[in-house]
């Protein structure tokens, strides 16, 4: 009876997590969409398993400190929502149950001085750009130290930097839109995507102005939160939600655009992250306006661009937050077919998360790494020249993991190529 967390006291977060028990029936069909069950093989690493246990600590009838390393291997890749015939919507449990057991639990000061490094330097890119630049320096020292003198998540860490970082980039806070205007929306410029790649940004504000839209680029607007909010740090999550709150204004735009799939699934559990509190309706007001740019410019109808200078095959991946968290498959998909020259490939286990989720690749990464570069291997069989995704984790995870093969293909996001045809470039360079 340890560690019980009746569920009728925990409020609205309560409610949403005991939905999610109750519509479990343990029907198996989330089994072979779980990543962690694919490789480990292990109930209680599957879906209907974690639900289990979860309940099992909410009911005081399991140990929380039993549960944790089950619930700690969980990428929160929602496959399994995907996969669900019955609906359950895994997200309401994993994310609340989460930031209950981060009060709870006691972690190796190890664990802690990464989580707090982690904390405080990606959401916020002036401490990442510098954490990034001095991390290229430990990747060479790395290298001359035993391995068991590098605790795990550092070596993951360094290992995913890449050799150099591109120029920080600077954007007016209002582009007015080619032509007539067709929409007006705001541009979440996200934390960790302006130091690894601002040119997805740049490369968005120009297909988006080119098919009529006016972008606003809020100043001083910062992280969505979604970091911390998948990895149980629920009031740190708030404290950089709100601050976008005041900054995002959903009344004065048509929609709220997001280009990373993180982001974009992060601020539609706004609701569930601000549940019960005085917040509650503004999160709902803003969770609507929020659209991954795939989809507005699918909704828009995008202008079809001319051809690129070359034929090209492209493996789409579908980011996990993207795909399973927003419900956009589609888009992304009508937006890279229409673009004169290019062949779409399918890649083998498209729905396999590829091991990023979020900051998993650093604290899970012996799994992550197991991930990475099956999914690598799959995209290798498509016979593709680049690959194309949605969110920057992918990207980075991706492009690392086929680095690590001797295959280092280009990996893009979908409006750079967008861009790339409306610019005549190839999108295989830089």
Do not use: W
């Amino acid at each position: 009876m340890q560690h019980q967390i009746p569920v009728d006291t925990l409020g609205p977060s309560g409610e949403a997590m005991a939905g999610a028990v109750e519509s479990c029936v343990h029907c198996g069909f989330c089994l072979p969409a779980c990543p962690t069950y694919n490789l480990l093989e292990e109930e209680m690493d599957s879906p209907r398993g974690r639900i289990i246990l979860m309940k099992g600590v909410l009911e005081g009838e399991l140990p929380l400190e039993e549960v944790l390393p089950h619930i700690d291997r969980c990428l929160g890749c929602l496959g399994c929502v995907s996969a669900c015939p019955s609906g359950v919507q895994y997200g309401n449990l994993i994310t609340p149950f989460r930031a209950l057991a981060e009060s709870r639990r006691h972690r190796p000061l190890a664990e802690k001085v990464t989580r707090t490094l982690i904390n405080q330097t990606l959401p916020y890119p002036d401490r990442f750009r510098m954490a990034a630049q001095a991390g290229r320096l430990g990747k060479s020292l790395a290298r001359l130290l035993p391995d068991p003198l590098l605790p795990e998540p550092f070596r993951a860490m360094l290992g995913l930097l890449p050799e150099t970082l591109p120029p920080a980039a600077v954007t007016s806070p209002l582009h007015p839109a080619a032509g007539p205007r067709r929409a007006r929306v705001a541009l979440l410029t996200g934390c960790a995507q302006q130091v690894l790649a601002p040119e997805i940004n740049t490369a968005a504000i120009q297909v988006l102005v080119a098919n009529g839209v006016e972008v606003v680029v809020p100043p001083d607007q910062g992280c969505c939160g979604a970091l911390s909010m998948h990895t149980g740090a629920a009031e740190e999550a708030r404290e950089l939600a709100l601050r976008n709150f005041n900054r995002l204004d959903p009344g004065d735009v048509d929609a709220v655009v997001t280009t990373a799939a993180g982001c974009g699934s992060g601020m539609h559990e706004y609701p569930l992250l601000f549940a019960g509190t005085e917040h509650e309706d503004r999160a709902h007001t803003l969770a609507a306006k929020v659209r991954d740019v795939s989809e507005l410019l699918d909704e828009l109808g995008a202008l079809i661009p001319p051809p690129l200078p070359r034929p090209l095959t492209v493996a789409y991946h579908d980011a996990c937050h993207l795909a399973h968290g927003q419900g956009v498959r589609e888009a992304p998909r009508r937006l890279l077919n229409s673009i004169p020259g290019v062949t779409l490939a399918a890649i083998p286990e498209g729905d396999l998360c590829c091991g990023s989720a979020g900051t998993y690749n650093i604290e899970q990464p012996r799994i992550a790494d197991q991930l990475g570069e099956r999914k690598a291997r799959m995209i290798l069989e498509t016979g593709a020249e680049l690959i194309a995704t949605g969110n920057i984790g992918c990207a980075t995870q991706i492009g690392h993991h086929l680095r690590q093969l001797g295959r280092p293909l280009p990996v893009r996001h979908t409006v750079e190529l967008l861009a790339a045809a409306y610019n005549g470039t190839d999108p295989g360079t830089r």
